[in-house]
């Protein structure tokens, strides 16, 4: 009962006849609370496909997602946009911010669309955390790739999601890069007790993960 | 290239809803481009026609030519044709007018007069006259038949005795008036020279000048005036046929006009095309990128643009023009419908003439106008957008993030909300694109200033209150003033006062008429001073009950009803300024009048005052009924009757009326309340519908321009809303957010144009009425005009983020987020 | 608690505050308009008539008086028209009002009574935990709930899981130390019946002095080893236990990196094995923040003994799994937030699947195991539980020869 992710027999299917593709094929997969888990599988292997349905983002074809005990495609569409905006934190690869907002709105977005009031004492800690405390004022336009996705870390952190969807979040950076933002993610998200799942082709990150799931031809093919 | 056309071809019927928004656009340019000016060259036209087809064609009459003078002049160079006239007689003891005046062929031709049946009068007795004036006489006859008749002959001492003619017919010409009041016949030459001594006969000159058809009115005008001057012919005795010039030639100040308001409508045109295209670029910045990383080069690329942009043009051009052509004729006949209770010749003729199509109403040279210039305005349209084409570079193809590289708006960083909600990410976007912002709202808000003025003008020219300050009473009978009149010399007011047909025996018939409440009589009296530079201007004396508005009307000075009535004070109406600045209160003005008395009085100038026209039309100088009366007591000084009804129209009345002028022709004029007020109501039906379609059409596409403006903020943020509902947003906070957006459009809009219009809106009013525009004298916010204006923007704009909402939900989510082409 | 005061004023106060807004905006706009018609109709009537009268009194100028009291009458009826209107607004307003209250009353009623029904079950929930049950399920039209209370539901939910998610740790804790216990005492098996061989040997005494020699050096050699095991399992079952405090202050890499190389000199020497340092600096690419002096030089904020041993049993298993004159190439650079140290080496490498594996626990990977018979396989395991305590990290990157191991390390404030 801690699993903090059902996926029960999940199906999305594109296309039709010659064109189908399985993206998810009739996928389980459980994650515990707390903990950090990769998918792994190579690039069209379905695992983008997978955490979408798992974040909300589209519908399946049937098959059911429980975040949180909360089957999440019973509800309407607008119940879903609330539940993803208090529940699930995003980090995409790719054009995580909203441009004309700067740093501290885009971080506080979230609760904003949320009607919550933004407690500005956590909000400044988390961004010390990141450590763009001076750039609370810019505008994305002006950060590096690195700078972008901790943002986007620290976006998702400050709506105390119940659980933390990252897709392939270093993709577009440089190694060195790239090992600052996940460690500091995975710093982040033990310390404030989060959960992460995170998809990757790359097995240098899926080392850094406390349970791994691989994914081939939208199957699970093991986990670890 | 073949390759490029192919592509532009497919890209265009692709991004369909684009294509469409830009066809639209074009075509609704085009549609004006060829609708302005064929209306304007048809209405022009036929107004010409018409003119040519009724009034008479020659450029210029010289009264008083002796047939020494006449013949040297019919050999002048200038000279093209020339006719003479002589006028012989008059009938007497009719009650219509008929005259008897000699005309050669060429002055018949020049005057349109068109044998119907048999021939030009020849021998002394041979008349030709028209079945209407038969029957207007109480004859009967046909070719060869004898008529006999009594007339008057004319000679330089005026009308002689009445003598008994016998005539045969000769000929008959047609009438062209459906319900005529004079007529005339013609007699031969031989009579005119036999019944009128040879140095008396004065004859008049008619004649065209010999001038190309390409030649403004104003050199036809100098080529008439080298000819009077050579003669030495006085100004007095030329008339030049003001309106056939100006049907025939061409009047240099309406090309202009319609010049400008094409270039309105291009500019518009441009500028919503335009922006149109603009919005697309931004998301096709990859493919061309693409294209160029296979080795597209510029030029092609700007090719793919431009051709995809003419073949959008090569559908909604014709498009246009046909939507035009189809609409032509309703929108002419609708024009003079207008016009519906005038039954005057011209219209008729004018709207016979358009039936029958005598008058080109597709003109070639428009279509092809039309045409050219849409596609002028579309490649002026895409030159910015091609050049963005050709700018992107291949390496924008690959970036994911396509089209920024162009829009590098480094701003530095500004201070961030603490809190976020809706309104203010919307707020939040309006500002960081204040360019956009600022340019859709202030076009918009300008169309509406330019709306609310047109609609206060409007709507405080009410056709009631015009025709109400046009005349006073229901009713009015007036002496036909003139004094120049060499036709009718018994015209001129020392005449008139002598043999005044508004005597009291006419009082009293009117006012026996049933309905009739009142007749006031409004007395004057003609006079010229030295100030007036020679002017005759009228000393109307006005009936008592005009007192209150006489006093209430005074702006300067100040003088009392009592010293009104003295005959010393007069108020002057404030145009007088106009024309003689000089004048002044106190002012004491040495009057020569001219009733026939040879009197001089002196007034002094009282005080200015400001009228309406049915109170100053007689005129300017305005004192009391028994103040003209101590200046001017020479016979029958009474000017008109004002008639006072129960009733805005009054039959009997009318029918009494129509007899009154039957009885005295030309001698009376009669005037409406009803008439002015239809007058009133189909000139500004004409303008007023005129001016709102058109600023329906030209709002429409500015209209356009915001909805662009929406939909490009909506394209260019797909993926920032696509984020933005990832992480949590609702629709219905998504719909908010443009909402507002759309709000804040409307709303600045709303603000300009009620604001801006209102608050010019007076000044224009005043300037309106000082320039005596549809009579305007009381001012009238227009709440209808502001209400519409708000209820249609409000629809408009609900309407467009409801469909906005909709298809931006329509997308799916992960499409967007995904960032997929 | 003042849960339950607060809950009413709470929630009342909210309902309260947006229907007074509502109601005010809502009357106001009301009034606006109902003023704005009244006047526009009674100033056009009022025109109107006043025209007319105007007319009227120019043609009977003996009946301008009493035409002018009529149309003072219609004056005074335009001005009626607008008091009628503001009686409207006034009455109106003041029945809206009543409405209004009236429904705030029932509104706050409503959300006490449902505030009781709520806090109640929640009670019940609570208890059924406490007694061992199951974690608290959905209640019944929770969706329905004020926001507010939503996030309260949530929030308990939460302790909830944190207590079940207690019991199964300690759960797992337990069979934990059982387990380490079961592979502590296998692994001493091995060691000690080794050396137990050898003393039976060395008792049953029929050895040469060459042999008696041999095995007393072998019976030394496996008495180190066992205390090196000894230890390596002490520190593992503290570490395990937490006894061991791993306590971070800021201290320089170069301090560290030092100790731990100094560890490992002696072996990597005996197999000829060269040890490179490289120092990259500060490797921010946009050029921003550069600091002076190379990484090597930078302060870090870690236990130093610790971290030390972290990195020595890294270059220990480095010196293990290479070969003879082979290089292992330090380098270290600076990141942001981090500091990394690249540790490598041209070894026997590791395969994919084991890249996972090798930091379990007591796991020894096939080719490891080959290249070198002693070894327990707790140096990773160790290494990693030390970095992520103090917030760094270790990950391994394959090379195509060898290893590579980056390890980050928080800078120092």
Redesign the interface.
Same mark, same amino acid.
């Given at each position: 009962m801690s699993d903090i992710l059902q996926v029960k027999d999940l199906v999305k299917y594109y296309g039709a006849g010659e064109n189908l593709v399985k993206a998810v094929d009739h996928t389980s997969l459980a994650v515990e609370r707390g903990r950090f888990t990769a998918i792994v599988g190579r690039s069209g292997s379905g695992k983008s496909t997978l955490l979408h349905l798992i974040g909300g983002l589209d519908r399946p074809d049937s098959g059911k997602v429980i975040i949180d005990n909360q089957d999440i495609y019973a509800l309407g569409k607008d119940d879903l946009a609330k539940f993803r905006r208090r529940k699930i934190g995003f980090i995409f690869q790719d054009f995580n911010l909203i441009p004309s907002l700067t740093v501290w709105e885009n971080i506080v977005l979230p609760m904003g669309l949320d009607g919550r009031k933004v407690k500005e004492n956590e909000v400044a800690e988390i961004m010390a955390k990141i450590g763009l405390t001076q750039k609370k004022d810019a505008l994305p336009s002006t950060l590096s790739g690195g700078q972008k996705q901790r943002v986007a870390i620290a976006r998702a952190l400050a709506a105390s999601p119940a659980i933390i969807l990252a897709d392939e979040p270093t993709g577009n950076l440089d190694s060195r890069t790239e090992t600052e933002v996940m460690s500091l993610l995975k710093n982040c998200v033990e310390e404030y007790g989060q959960t992460l799942v995170m998809i990757t082709h790359d097995e240098t990150i899926a080392q850094m993960a406390d349970a791994v799931i691989f994914v081939e031809d939208g199957k699970v093919v093991s986990q670890s | 290239m073949k390759m490029v056309t192919t592509i532009a071809y497919k890209n265009m019927k692709h991004y369909k809803s684009r294509n469409i928004l830009t066809g639209i656009a074009i075509l609704l340019t085009t549609l004006l481009l060829y609708l302005v000016p064929t209306i304007g060259l048809d209405m022009v036209g036929a107004q010409f026609a018409m003119v040519n087809e009724v009034y008479p064609r020659w450029h210029c009459l010289i009264r008083d030519v002796d047939r020494e003078t006449a013949t040297k002049l019919a050999a002048h160079h200038d000279v093209l044709t020339s006719g003479l006239r002589s006028d012989v007689g008059y009938w007497a003891g009719l009650d219509v007018d008929v005259s008897m005046m000699y005309m050669d062929e060429n002055g018949l031709d020049l005057y349109q007069i068109k044998l119907e049946e048999g021939s030009l009068p020849r021998r002394e007795n041979e008349i030709v006259v028209s079945r209407k004036l038969l029957q207007a006489a109480g004859l009967t006859g046909e070719i060869g038949d004898t008529i006999r008749f009594s007339y008057q002959p004319l000679s330089e001492d005026g009308l002689g005795y009445v003598k008994e003619g016998e005539f045969i017919i000769s000929g008959f010409y047609q009438e062209q008036q459906e319900e005529p009041t004079a007529f005339s016949s013609f007699v031969s030459r031989e009579f005119a020279e036999k019944h009128i001594p040879a140095d008396q006969i004065k004859y008049r000159f008619l004649f065209q000048v010999g001038a190309e058809e390409n030649v403004t009115t104003d050199d036809v005008e100098d080529i008439i005036k080298g000819i009077t001057e050579q003669f030495g012919i006085d100004e007095e005795q030329v008339r030049v046929n003001d309106e056939y010039l100006a049907a025939n030639y061409v009047d240099p100040t309406t090309i202009p006009v319609i010049a400008v308001i094409m270039l309105i409508i291009v500019i518009a045109g441009i500028i919503t095309i335009y922006s149109i295209y603009y919005v697309g670029m931004a998301e096709r910045v990859r493919e061309y990128g693409r294209m160029k990383a296979i080795g597209a080069t510029n030029r092609q690329l700007r090719q793919m643009v431009l051709r995809e942009g003419f073949c959008t043009a090569l559908i909604a051009i014709p498009a246009g023009l046909l939507m035009g052509t189809l609409l032509v004729k309703a929108v002419l006949m609708l024009f003079l419908s207008s016009y519906s209770s005038d039954q005057s010749i011209m219209v008729v003729t004018t709207r016979q003439l358009i039936k029958d199509g005598q008058i080109p109403l597709y003109h070639v040279s428009i279509y092809l106008l039309a045409a050219v210039v849409s596609l002028v305005t579309v490649y002026f349209s895409l030159r910015k957008p091609m050049k963005m084409a050709a700018k992107v570079s291949e390496i924008d193809a690959m970036r994911q993030q396509g089209g920024q590289s162009g829009r590098k708006k480094n701003k530095k960083a500004r201070r961030s909300y603490g809190e976020l909600n809706v309104a203010k990410v919307s707020h939040i976007y309006l500002t960081g694109n204040k360019k956009n912002t600022v340019v859709t709202v202030v076009s918009m808000g300008i169309t509406g200033v330019l709306f609310m003025v047109i609609a206060t003008v409007l709507s405080c020219a009410n056709p009631v209150e015009s025709a109400n300050s046009d005349i006073k009473g229901q009713y009015e009978l007036s002496n036909n003033v003139s004094f120049s009149n060499k036709e009718h010399p018994e015209y001129a007011w020392d005449q008139i006062v002598q043999n005044n047909a508004l005597d009291e025996a006419m009082k009293q018939r009117l006012e026996a008429v049933d309905g009739v409440k009142k007749v006031l009589p409004v007395a004057l009296c003609y006079g010229t001073a030295d100030v007036l530079e020679g002017d005759k201007i009228g000393i109307s004396g006005l009936p008592g009950e005009w007192k209150e508005e006489l006093m209430d009307g005074i702006t300067e000075g100040s003088v009392t009803y009592e010293e009104l009535k003295t005959g010393e004070k007069v108020i002057v109406h404030r145009n007088m300024l106009r024309w003689y600045p000089d004048i002044a209160i106190g002012d004491k003005l040495e009057l020569s009048l001219f009733d026939g008395s040879e009197k001089t009085v002196t007034v002094e100038v009282a005080a200015f005052g400001d009228y309406a026209f049915g109170m100053y039309i007689f005129g300017e100088f305005m004192m009391t009924k028994e103040g003209l009366e101590k200046i001017s007591n020479i016979g029958n000084h009474t000017a008109a009757y004002t008639i006072y009804t129960d009733h805005k129209q009054e039959p009997a009345l009318e029918d009494e009326i129509a007899a009154i002028k039957q009885e005295y022709g030309e001698r009376l004029d009669v005037r409406s309340w009803q008439s002015e007020y239809e007058r009133w109501r189909s000139a500004m039906a004409v303008t007023s519908g005129a001016s709102y379609a058109f600023f329906a059409v030209l709002g429409l596409i500015c209209i356009m321009n915001m909805i662009n403006t929406m939909i490009n903020n909506v394209h260019l943020r797909k993926k920032e809303i696509g984020m933005m509902q990832a992480i949590g947003m609702t629709d219905r906070q998504l719909t908010q957010l443009l909402m507002r957006e759309g709000v804040f459009y409307i709303a600045g809009a709303l603000i300009l144009s009620i604001c801006g219009g209102s608050l010019l809106g007076y000044p224009i009013f005043l300037w309106a009425r000082e320039n005596g525009m549809f009579s305007i004298s009381r001012y009238h916010y227009p709440f209808t005009s502001a209400a519409i204006l708000i209820l249609l923007l409000l629809a408009i704009q609900i309407l467009l983020a409801w469909l906005l909402g909709r298809s931006v939900k329509k997308e799916s989510l992960i499409e967007r987020v995904r960032f997929s082409e | 608690m003042d849960r339950k005061r607060d809950g009413k004023t709470l929630v009342g106060g909210i309902v309260q505050k947006k229907m007074y807004f509502y109601v005010m905006a809502g009357l106001i706009l009301w009034g606006l308009f109902v003023c704005l018609g009244a006047a526009?109709l009674t100033e056009r009537e009022g025109a109107l008539r006043w025209q007319q009268t105007e007319?009227l009194?120019?043609?009977y100028?003996q009946l301008k008086e009493p035409l002018h009291a009529n149309s003072a009458y219609y004056e005074a009826g335009s001005r009626k028209g607008i008091r009628m209107a503001a009686l409207c607004l006034y009455f109106g307003g003041i029945a809206a009002a009543g409405v209004g209250y009236g429904v705030l009353l029932h509104e706050r009623k409503r959300k006490e009574e449902e505030t009781r029904q709520f806090l109640n079950e929640l009670a019940e929930q609570s208890d059924q935990l406490l007694r061992g049950g $199951? @974690?608290p399920?959905?209640i019944d039209g929770e969706?329905a709930f004020a $926001?507010e209370w939503k996030a309260y539901l949530?929030k308990f #939910?939460q302790t909830c899981?944190y207590f =079940? $998610?207690l019991r199964?740790r300690l759960g797992r804790e337990e069979n934990d130390t059982k387990s380490l216990i079961t592979d502590i005492s296998h692994q001493l098996k091995t060691p000690l019946a080794s050396l137990r061989l050898s003393h039976e040997l060395l008792v049953a005494g029929d050895l040469t002095q060459a042999e008696y020699q041999e095995f007393l050096e072998k019976e030394g050699q496996e008495i180190t080893a066992f205390e090196n095991l000894m230890q390596e399992l002490v520190n593992l079952s503290r570490l395990e236990n937490n006894m061991i405090q791993i306590k971070p202050e800021n201290t320089k890499l170069k301090q560290v990196l030092t100790e731990a190389v100094n560890k490992v000199f002696f072996k990597a020497n005996e197999k000829q094995i060269a040890i490179l340092l490289t120092d990259e600096g500060h +490797?921010d #690419?946009?050029g =921003?923040d550069r600091e002076q002096g190379g990484a090597f030089d930078a302060a870090i904020f870690c236990d130093p003994a610790w971290t030390a041993e972290a990195f020595a049993n890294v270059l220990e298993n480095a010196v293990k799994y290479s070969g003879e004159n082979t290089t292992i190439t330090i380098t270290v650079?600076r @990141?942001? &937030? %981090?500091v %990394?140290v690249d540790i490598e080496d041209e070894g026997i490498g590791i395969q994919?699947q084991e @890249? &996972? *594996?090798i %930091?379990k626990r007591f796991y020894r990977g096939e080719r490891a195991q080959k290249m070198a018979k002693d070894g327990v396989g707790v140096g990773l395991y160790l290494a990693r539980k030390v970095l992520?305590e103090q917030?760094? &990290?270790i990950? *391994? #990157? #394959?090379r195509r020869r060898g290893s590579c191991f980056?390890i +980050?390390l928080?800078c120092g404030h």
């Open positions: - | - | 526009f007319e009194s120019v043609i100028p $199951d @974690l399920g959905r969706e $926001d949530g #939910r899981h =079940a $998610d199964q +490797t #690419r946009q =921003a650079g @990141l942001i &937030n %981090y %990394y994919p @890249l &996972n *594996a %930091y992520e917030g760094g &990290n990950v *391994a #990157r #394959r980056r +980050t928080p």
